[in-house]
């Protein structure tokens, strides 16, 4: 099993620009998720899914468009990229009661 | 919704004494308490969890305790060794039904040799 992909690992975006983050899984885990880490402020949740077809969102929702089209695949959309959104990204997938597997995350810089 | 509260933000020790990091969770339902360790430039791993049906748990040189009265959960670090330097995460979720895990902001954690 690779565990959870993400793709890229780096990235650097102009402000305005859009792009997708990649993230899958081959561990057929229903719960996925992504997160943005910042220095000192922890792991905060951007959007989470329960299953195919299901999204909502987490804690800093606003500039980010997920979907979950397939058990595998959790892409991360930036609309329209903002300097703020300059983090470490890492998406990371779970079963029920179970642990989050986290991918090796992007860092993204947005100028 | 749930939120996660962790101190200190940093913690320096000396090789072989103990460290402490506390956390607290606002909701009441909250039932699967992890504990993540990150060393520097990698991806968040666990380390020990506990459920709210136990109110210790240890692993080792880790232990967990939860007071689910308090909402207050700690993680216990004895015999510290260089090696054990990372950023440490708590979080909160629900286990059934797929909801969302909620992190404390972390703690780095410095031991001296």
């Known amino acids: 099993n690779a565990g959870v992909t993400q793709t890229p690992k780096f990235q650097v975006l102009k402000t305005g620009q859009s792009m997708t983050l990649q993230c899958a899984q081959d561990?057929?885990?229903?719960?996925m998720s992504w997160y943005r880490q910042d220095p000192g402020m922890g792991l905060r949740l951007i959007h989470y899914?329960?299953?195919?077809?299901?999204?909502d969102q987490g804690e800093v929702p606003n500039g980010y468009n997920v979907s979950r089209s397939t058990t595998e695949d959790f892409p991360l959309r930036l609309l329209s990229a903002a300097p703020s959104q300059t983090s470490v990204y890492f998406c990371a997938s779970r079963q029920d009661g179970e642990k989050l597997f986290f991918g090796s995350g992007t860092q993204l810089s947005v100028l | 919704g749930e939120n996660v509260e962790q101190h200190p933000s940093t913690l320096s020790v000396q090789e072989g004494d103990s460290a402490v990091i506390k956390c607290t969770y606002s909701?009441?339902?909250?039932?699967?308490f992890p504990w993540y360790k990150q060393e520097l430039g990698k991806r968040p791993q666990l380390i020990i969890d506990?459920?709210?049906?136990?109110g210790e748990k240890k692993d080792q040189r880790i232990a967990v305790t939860l007071n689910k009265t308090a909402k207050h959960f700690s993680l216990h670090i004895t015999e510290t060794q260089p090696e054990d330097s990372a950023v440490y995460f708590c979080?909160?979720?629900?286990?059934?039904?797929?909801?969302?895990?909620?992190f404390g902001a972390g703690t780095r954690l410095f031991v001296k040799a």
């Open positions: 909701d009441s339902a909250s039932n699967y």
């Open positions: 979080a909160a979720s629900i286990i059934a039904g797929g909801f969302k895990t909620i």
């Open positions: 506990i459920r709210s049906n136990v």
């Open positions: 899914s329960v299953g195919a077809g299901i999204t």
């Open positions: 561990m057929n885990h229903e719960y």
